[in-house]
């Protein structure tokens, strides 16, 4: 068994990964349709209608990181600009046009200072 050790999954907005990334999701959805008849037995059917994503990262703050931070992600989401996201899990990639539709930032005392992003996608998410 060759389980992948999570370093190895990135998340890269418009070109560049997110700098001092702590964690990374992808998130694929689908809405279900009631096709539920008086043939159904007292069962609910459903059948496949919309599908969705989302991608979410968090990350320590570094205002002069080399990569995408916490400052790019800010002025994407007030832009209100779509951009390229990729998820990238060791040698599969899934790629899609999403806009930044969070970023929270967070600091403790004596923590580190963290930050949010969540990605929401605006159409087919392809994987490669």
Do not use: P, Q
Request: glycine share 10%.
């Amino acid at each position: 068994m060759a389980i992948l050790n999570a370093t190895e999954v990135t998340l890269s907005v418009d070109g560049g990964a997110i700098s001092h990334c702590t964690s990374a999701s992808l998130n694929v959805n689908i809405e279900l349709r009631d096709a539920t008849t008086k043939d159904s037995g007292g069962w609910s059917d459903s059948l496949g209608g919309l599908k969705s994503w989302e991608m979410s990262g968090d990350a320590f703050v570094d205002l002069a990181a080399a990569g995408k931070g916490v400052s790019d992600m800010f002025d994407v989401l007030i832009a209100g600009a779509a951009v390229t996201c990729i998820f990238n899990v060791d040698s599969e990639t899934y790629t899609g046009t999403a806009f930044v539709t969070s970023v929270s930032i967070d600091g403790g005392v004596e923590e580190n200072a963290t930050y949010s992003v969540s990605l929401t996608g605006s159409d087919s998410l392809v994987r490669a």
